[in-house]
C-alpha cells in the first residue's frame, strides 16, 4: 500500500511539475523582459563617446500571434536607459497581411529612440512571404522613417563619430554587403548592423575588424538547461545568442529577440541589450 501512494503522489508531483512548466512557458516568460547590461570595447572610439549607451533592440514580430501591448510597454522600460544610440536589428513584423502594417504604425509610435541617432535593418519577415515581397519591405522602411528611424540597405551612416553600417538581410531580395563593407575605414570606429548571425560566415567581410549585431535566432526560444538549443534557423549552430569571438578583431552579438513568433519560450528571456561604449585597448 505504502508503495502504491509513493507511485500515485510521484505521478500527480510530474503532472503538475509538467502543468507548470508549460503554463510557465506560455504565460510567462514570454513576456519577462530581461534588459541585458553589456560593455562594447570599439578601436579607435572618440573620447566623447566613452561611457555613451547604444541600445539594440531586435525581432519585435509585430503581427497577430501576441498583444502589441507587451512591445509598447517594454520601449517604456528601455526609454528609462536614455540610450544615446538605438538600433534595430530587423524582423519588425510577422507579415501575413497589411494588418500589420497598420499595427506596426501605432507600436512604433512609442520606439525607443536614441539622443544622438537611431538606425534599423531589416529582417527576413520584413520582406514577407518567402521574403521576396519587395513592396512590403519598401512600405516597412517608409514606416519607421516616419518615425525618425534610418533604415540601412547596405549603406553607413556616421553618428557623432561612430560609423554603424546595416547590410540588408540574407534572405531578402538586396543582400548586397559588397556595397557598404569595403567602404569602411579601421581607423575609424565602426559597427556593422546584419539581421542574420549566418552572414558572419559569407566571404565579404575582408579586412572589418569591430561588433557585429544580429538577431534572427530568438536564442532558440526553448532551450533545456545545459545544453544548446535544439531548435536554431540558422546554418552555423553555434550562432545563438549571447557575444561570440569570431577572431581576426571581430565579435558578433545576438540578440534573444523582443517579440515571438510562437508565444513560448524557456530559459530563453526576451532581451533588450543595452551596451556601454569603451575605448578597446
Known amino acids: 500500500m505504502k508503495r502504491r501512494k509513493f507511485i500515485k503522489k510521484s505521478i500527480i508531483a510530474s503532472v503538475g511539475a509538467i502543468i507548470s512548466t508549460a503554463l510557465y512557458s506560455i504565460k510567462i516568460e514570454p513576456f519577462w523582459l ?7 570595447p570599439i578601436k579607435n572610439l572618440p573620447k566623447h563617446l566613452v561611457g ?19 512591445l509598447i510597454e ?12 538605438v538600433v534595430y536589428t530587423g524582423d519588425f513584423v510577422h507579415y501575413e497581411d497589411t494588418d500589420q502594417l497598420d ?43 516616419e518615425k525618425d528611424i534610418k533604415v540601412l540597405r547596405n ?7 561612430l560609423t554603424i553600417a546595416g547590410i540588408d538581410d540574407f534572405w531578402g531580395t538586396n543582400f548586397y554587403p559588397e556595397k557598404v563593407l569595403p567602404s569602411l575605414d579601421n581607423s575609424k570606429a565602426n559597427v556593422v548592423l546584419c539581421h542574420n ?17 544580429s538577431g534572427h535566432t ?7 538547461p545545459f545544453l544548446p538549443a535544439p531548435m536554431l534557423p540558422v546554418k552555423n549552430k553555434k550562432y545563438s545568442a549571447g557575444k561570440i ?17 510562437w508565444q513560448i519560450r524557456f530559459n530563453v528571456r526576451p532581451e533588450i541589450t543595452v551596451f556601454t561604449l569603451e575605448r578597446e585597448a
Open 155 to 161: 549603406e553607413k551612416i556616421n553618428l557623432n563619430g
Open 34 to 40: 530581461e534588459l541585458v547590461e553589456q560593455k562594447m
Open 103 to 145: 499595427l506596426l504604425k501605432e507600436v512604433m509610435d512609442h520606439a525607443v529612440l536614441g539622443k544622438k541617432g537611431t538606425v534599423g535593418v531589416l529582417g527576413n519577415h520584413d520582406y514577407g512571404k518567402d521574403w521576396i515581397e519587395v513592396d512590403v519591405a519598401n512600405t516597412i522602411v517608409d514606416i519607421l522613417v
Open 218 to 224: 530568438h536564442g532558440g526560444q526553448v532551450k533545456p
Open 197 to 213: 548571425p549566418d552572414v558572419c560566415d559569407e566571404d565579404v567581410w575582408g579586412g572589418f575588424q569591430g561588433w557585429i549585431l
Open 245 to 261: 569571438d569570431l577572431e581576426n578583431g571581430k565579435t558578433l552579438y545576438i540578440n534573444r529577440a523582443l517579440g515571438h513568433l
Open 74 to 85: 517594454s520601449f517604456q522600460k528601455a526609454k528609462k536607459y536614455k540610450p544615446d544610440f
Open 52 to 70: 555613451k549607451k547604444l541600445m539594440q533592440i531586435s525581432d519585435i514580430h509585430v503581427g497577430k500571434r501576441f498583444d502589441s501591448d507587451y
